[in-house]
Each structure stands twice: as C-alpha cells, then as structure tokens.
C-alpha cells in the first residue's frame, strides 16, 4: 500500500457518459499529480494540484476536468467519454512542490468505456 | 517530450546484475536523472535518482558518466519481481517551474529464472 488511495479501481460505462475519479493523497502530501496511460502507451501527464491551485497542465482533453479540495483529495472528471478514453489513470503525490525525492503513485483507475 | 532514450526490451537471469542503461544526451545543468519502474499495470515505483553523483539506495544504484549524457541503472541481484517496464525520466529541478515527469516508452526487463 502506497499511501495514495484511487477509488473505484475498475469503472465500466458507455460512450458519451461522465465519470469522476477520485484521488486522497498520503498523508502530508501537498501536490497532486494526474497521469493517463492508455494500452501499451506510456503514462502521459495530465494535471498538476498544489494545495488546491492548479500549477501545471499536460495534454489534458477539454473535456476532462481536475480539483483539489481543502482537504487535498483530488477529483478528475472525465465527461461525453470517448472509447479512445479507455485506460489507466492514476494519480500520484508528493510532500513538496518540486517533487524532488519523487512521487508516490496510486494503484490506478481502470475505466472502459464501451 | 521525452528527453531520454532507452533499449525497449532486456533481459537479465535471475541473481544476476540488471544493468539498465539510458540516454539523455541533451540534459542540461540543472536536470535530475530518475527512475521509476512499473510492475504489469501497478503505479510506477520511484526507485532512486541522481544529478551528478552516483547515488545508491536499498534498490538499486545509478552510474551517471561524467558529462551527464547517459546513465546507468543497477539492480545489483536481480529477482523474478524484479520484471517491470523500467522509466529514465530528466526533470528539471523546481527553479525552472517545471514539476512535471515525462514519461518516455522505459526499457522492459525481464528477469529469467
């Protein structure tokens, strides 16, 4: 157990629905970090969360959409769902702004969508 | 993105040394190397990084030649759970703003019993 909680870890919907993955951090961590990883492609960096504000963006779609709440877990919402949205997201975390002694990940969310 | 360049597949017999290497022949001053490896579809694992030194931790050493442009991973007694997709990532340290890791395509290592 890594300290970073993912829930659901297994998400099935239809096309054109909306879901929300949620993420809580370990303990003490401040930075929320967002990551796709689609089959067989490398994980690809989606959104940055430092103590609720947003600090950097990767290739994140318009209709995705991230959070941090006060008290620091982190939502992604991911609406009118494609089949190419299909994959592996996972959420990592880390004590600092810079990250520097790396990041902690989470165990994924597996979302199909059919 | 990716900055670094890396063999997509090796294998390593089991109690061997797993000797994983990476380029970065554009990596500047002020760029950390890290490693990470994902075991099947589980998180990545942070496992050690370095600036200039060699650093070693409880999992594995990292060799980076003088002129930084590549690096070396080592897993000194390699073991079945050692077989994972292993990352070599360059970041650059948090003055430039940046704290995003780019993942490329890693190195598949399979350790054979």
């Known amino acids: 157990d890594s300290g970073v909680t993912q829930t659901p870890k297994h998400l099935i ?11 809580s951090p370990r303990s003490g961590d401040l930075s929320v970090y ?3 990883q ?14 609720g504000e947003e600090r950097a963006k990767g290739n994140i779609l318009e209709r995705f959409s991230a959070q941090q709440f006060p ?12 089949l190419g949205d299909s994959a592996l997201y996972f959420c990592a975390s880390s004590v600092e702004l810079s990250a520097n002694y790396g990041y902690t990940f989470g165990s994924g969310t597996r979302l199909t969508v059919v | 993105d990716a900055k670094t360049t890396q063999p997509p597949s090796m294998d390593c ?6 000797n994983l290497p990476c380029n970065h022949s554009t990596i500047s001053g002020n760029e950390y190397v890290y490693w ?14 370095g600036l200039k030194n060699n650093e070693t931790n409880e999992m594995a050493s990292l060799i980076i030649t003088e002129d930084r442009k590549s690096s070396t ?3 000194p007694h390699a073991t079945l759970r050692d077989t994972a997709v292993y990352y070599c990532i360059v970041r650059p340290d948090s003055s430039s703003g940046t704290y995003k890791y780019i993942f490329g395509t890693g190195t598949r290592l399979k350790v054979l019993a």
Do not use: K, M
Request: glycine share 6%; charged share 15%; proline share 2%.
């Open chain 1, 13 to 23: 919907t239809a096309t054109g629905q909306r879901v929300t993955l949620r993420c």
């Open chain 1, 34 to 36: 967002w990551y796709q």
């Open chain 1, 38 to 51: 689609s089959l067989d492609q490398g994980l690809q960096f989606l959104i940055h969360y430092y103590n």
């Open chain 1, 71 to 82: 008290d620091l877990h982190s939502e992604l919402n991911l609406s009118s769902l494609e």
């Open chain 2, 13 to 18: 017999a089991e109690g061997r040394a797993a």
């Open chain 2, 36 to 49: 990470y490896r994902q075991i099947h579809s589980q998180g990545p694992q942070y496992i050690i990084h």
């Open chain 2, 73 to 75: 991973l080592i897993l």
